[in-house]
């Protein structure tokens, strides 16, 4: 099963609105990552966040991490029709093996 | 630099056969993975290396082997093709702080259709 959950699968909103996107995980992490994938390319990365952090920002993108609840947010803040994509969570499993959630749908409406 | 690379872009398979998934960094990246992406889903990682010499298995290793002779090249082969195995395959490498791999570069990936 996937260790990482993102929440919801879609979204749709129009420029200018905040997207937050969640993400959900079963086991301790050394770090969470999220990353982005334009249709039909290979994934970019965002950012990364430590498991001693608790928010971290990268322009117009936040990310927070709760620990204690295995979870973590993904806060674009005034969204442009360019931010349209799906969007990732990454988390270490089992030793070094990476894996990724299902991503969320992030569709924003000129 | 380059990044990753990856060859073929695409490629078209008789079930059966056999073929292997070139990929290359030049970032001198310890940590390299393969992908692979069904149509709306996530990845799913199928091998990994955390350095030349030492690979291992992912959430979905069986049909697909991998070895890692060099830092710069981490080959997946494709034993005998089945159509289930018809993806988008992505390869991905990053720098790693003891066993924990930080952010991932990826290849442009190989669509590959397997009839």
């Known amino acids: 099963s996937q260790q990482g959950e993102e929440d919801p699968q879609a979204l749709s909103i129009q420029e200018g609105e905040n997207a937050t996107m969640n993400c959900s995980y079963k086991t301790s992490i050394n770090n969470l990552q999220w990353y982005r994938q334009n249709s039909g390319r290979g994934l970019v990365h965002l950012i990364l966040?430590?498991?001693?952090?608790r928010e971290k920002h990268s322009g117009r993108l936040r990310v927070t991490l709760d620990t204690s609840k295995k979870s973590s947010s993904l806060l674009i803040t005034a969204s442009r029709a360019a931010d349209t994509a799906s969007y990732f969570c990454?988390?270490?499993?089992?030793?070094?093996?990476?894996?990724f959630g299902e991503g969320t749908q992030l569709t924003v409406n000129p | 630099n380059a990044g990753v690379t990856q060859t073929p872009k695409f490629q078209v398979l008789k079930t059966g056969q056999s073929m292997t998934l070139q990929c290359a960094q030049d970032m001198n990246h310890e940590y390299m993975s393969w992908y692979r992406q069904d149509p709306g889903m996530g990845l799913r990682l199928i091998h990994y290396s955390v350095g030349a010499g030492i690979t291992d298995q992912g959430e979905v290793p069986n049909g697909y082997n991998v070895s890692r002779s060099t830092t710069e090249d981490f080959p997946l082969r494709l034993l005998s093709a089945a159509p289930s195995q018809t993806s988008v395959y992505f390869c991905?490498?990053?720098?790693?702080?003891?066993?924990?791999?930080?952010?991932?570069?990826f290849g442009p990936g190989t669509r590959l259709t397997v009839t």
């Open positions: 966040i430590r498991s001693n952090e």
């Open positions: 990454a988390t270490l499993t089992s030793g070094s093996r990476l894996t």
């Open positions: 991905a490498s990053s720098y790693s702080i003891g066993p924990y791999p930080y952010e991932q570069y």
